[in-house]
């Protein structure tokens, strides 16, 4: 999958685009949906599948502060090239472009520059100055420009529509079962291993402390994990949370990955979390904590290979 600034893009450089556009925070059920019928229809015309996005949530432009990320700008290119995208458009979301007109979006943008054969787009879709830009202007649209316009009715689960909304609200929660079947895989923390207080490894539990690329972070608890490295799968502990027992201040993301025993400082990890097993507790001392966490991997032993099945779709 190619990457290109949504600005730079030349006339003709995109044979046939057809797009979609959206945020696409988690690429759940629902973007999945309408990223399969831009791949069926670019197939049948013989263009080319096409995303159109934002490096950013527009909110963070618009009023000041976005929602907590599901996925990093990479994680997100990466789920979407895994639907045969061909072509992701990013857009650095500025007050410029908040104060384009959807009419102009689209007459100089999508159909002048872009040249695109047709759009995929959920049914509340908004786009351009104050979200005026609806599927009905772009139906009326396409009849005076030569694209075509499919606006899908939205993916429910359980009774509601799916958004990236509700999934960041399970993740929240600690609802790991929800988040995944919304989203179609373990929701995972990606993020870089950095020192931690260096404690962990005393209390026979060395922990892989983790500064994650995107924003959403499960509530605090401890959560039953895998992780990938070097090519194996590994089951791990996830403790998310202050570390109230040594009154920490700040919250921290840390992984305890159960039978590897390496430096991986500095490395990447994706972490998917499978299942929350309990609260943060503040123990009376290290001891009281060190017994919990020895239970914590009996409990982790006797659900994991119950629990890994369900990685592998990802
Ligand atoms: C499986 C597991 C469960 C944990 N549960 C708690 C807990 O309930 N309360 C708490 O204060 N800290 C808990 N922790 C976090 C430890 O306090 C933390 O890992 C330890 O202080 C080491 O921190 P460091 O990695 O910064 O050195 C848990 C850690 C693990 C791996
Ligand atoms: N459940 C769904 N089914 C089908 N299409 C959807 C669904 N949810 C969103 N879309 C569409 O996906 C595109 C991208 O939407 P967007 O990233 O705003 O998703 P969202 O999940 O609604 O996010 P949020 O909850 O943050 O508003 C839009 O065209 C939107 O209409």
């Not at 994680?75 to 090239?81: D, P, S, T, Y």
């Amino acid at each position: 999958m190619k990457t290109l600034n949504f600005f730079d893009v030349m006339p003709q450089q995109i044979k046939s685009p057809i797009v979609t556009m959206g945020f696409f925070d988690g690429v759940h059920i629902g973007h999945q949906q309408l990223v399969k019928r831009v791949v069926k229809h670019a197939e049948e015309v013989k263009g080319t599948p096409t995303v159109i996005t934002f490096v950013e949530h527009p909110l963070k432009t618009i009023t000041g502060s976005a929602p907590p990320s599901i996925t990093s700008l990479r994680k997100r290119l990466k789920l979407l090239a895994r639907f045969n995208i061909a072509y992701t458009l990013l857009i650095e979301f500025d007050h410029n472009v908040a104060k384009i007109d959807p009419k102009e979006f689209i007459e100089k943008f999508l159909v002048a520059n872009l040249q695109m054969r047709g759009i995929v787009i959920g049914e509340n879709f908004r786009f351009g100055h104050r979200g005026a830009g609806t599927p009905d202007l772009l139906k009326k649209m396409s009849a005076e420009h030569s694209f075509f316009t499919d606006v899908q009715s939205h993916r429910e689960w359980s009774g509601n529509v799916v958004s990236s909304t509700k999934i960041r609200e399970a993740i929240k929660r600690g609802d790991c079962q929800s988040a995944h079947e919304m989203l179609s895989r373990p929701f995972s923390l990606c993020g870089t291993v950095i020192e931690g207080q260096k404690r962990g490894r005393k209390l026979g539990f060395p922990t892989a402390n983790l500064s994650l690329e995107h924003t959403l972070v499960p509530g605090d608890g401890v959560y039953i994990g895998s992780v990938e490295l070097n090519g194996k799968r590994y089951p791990s502990l996830i403790s998310i949370g202050t570390n109230p027992t040594f009154d920490g201040q700040s919250t921290s993301t840390e992984v305890y990955i159960e039978g590897f025993d390496e430096d991986i400082y500095n490395q990447y990890l994706e972490v998917f979390v499978l299942d929350k097993i309990r609260d943060q507790i503040k123990f009376n001392d290290a001891d009281e904590l060190v017994a919990r966490m020895n239970k914590d991997k009996e409990v982790l032993m006797q659900k994991f290979d119950t629990l890994k099945a369900s990685i592998s779709a990802t």
